[in-house]
């Protein structure tokens, strides 16, 4: 698709029409930007998880057993390739057992994705006094540290077959199969 001619007003239509459609579809839960409700969606169906409400304080998914899982995605961009996650509240308070941080590049491919104990994830994070809260420096090097477990091939699998499937029909066939976190 050349959207090279196309109208301002008509690039945010097109965009406005494609938010209403991935909610519809259940791949974004706001009309925020999609990187982080992506994220979550592919994360829960790769891992059996169970989504919080929308705005859930301190984590946005749990698993069988009842861990806490906070999920982050992030776009690269040409103008901006920091893996920065998105601020986390209270992170000393440990509101989560896991984080499981997607990388995604501009285009919304999967370059890297990892499943991080607390412990680990606070080690790669600063506090934002502008933001008030931490934000995570979710490097590639992440993914070397002891207790990390790298998400990134099941994830890569899911986001493969995602037009084929609605994500909640995915989540129940891992949450049956036995997939899921571990």
Not at 66 to 82: A, P, Q, V
Not at 87 to 105: E, K, N, Q, S, T
Request: net charge positive; glycine share 6%; aromatic share 8%.
């Amino acid at each position: 698709m050349n959207l090279t001619s196309t109208s301002v007003l008509e690039l945010l239509e097109l965009y406005a029409d494609v938010a209403d459609e991935l909610r519809r579809r259940k791949i974004c839960r706001t009309a925020n930007n999609p990187a982080g409700d992506y994220a979550e969606s592919l994360v829960s169906a790769a891992l059996g998880l169970t989504l919080t409400a929308n705005s859930h304080r301190g984590y946005d998914a749990l698993d069988r057993i009842g861990k806490r899982f906070e999920i982050k995605g992030r776009r690269l961009s040409t103008k901006n390739e920091r893996p920065q996650l998105s601020v986390i509240r209270d992170m000393p308070a440990a509101p989560f057992d896991y984080l499981v941080g997607v990388v995604f590049d501009r285009r919304y491919r999967i370059s890297y994705a990892a499943q991080v104990p607390h412990a680990v994830a606070i080690r790669y994070a600063s506090f934002s006094t502008r933001q008030k809260g931490h934000v995570v420096d979710f490097r590639r090097a992440i993914l070397s540290e002891s207790g990390v477990i790298d998400r990134t091939e099941e994830l890569r699998t899911i986001q493969a077959t995602a037009d084929s499937y609605n994500y909640q029909e995915m989540t129940s066939a891992a949450s049956t199969s036995g997939r899921g976190a571990r």
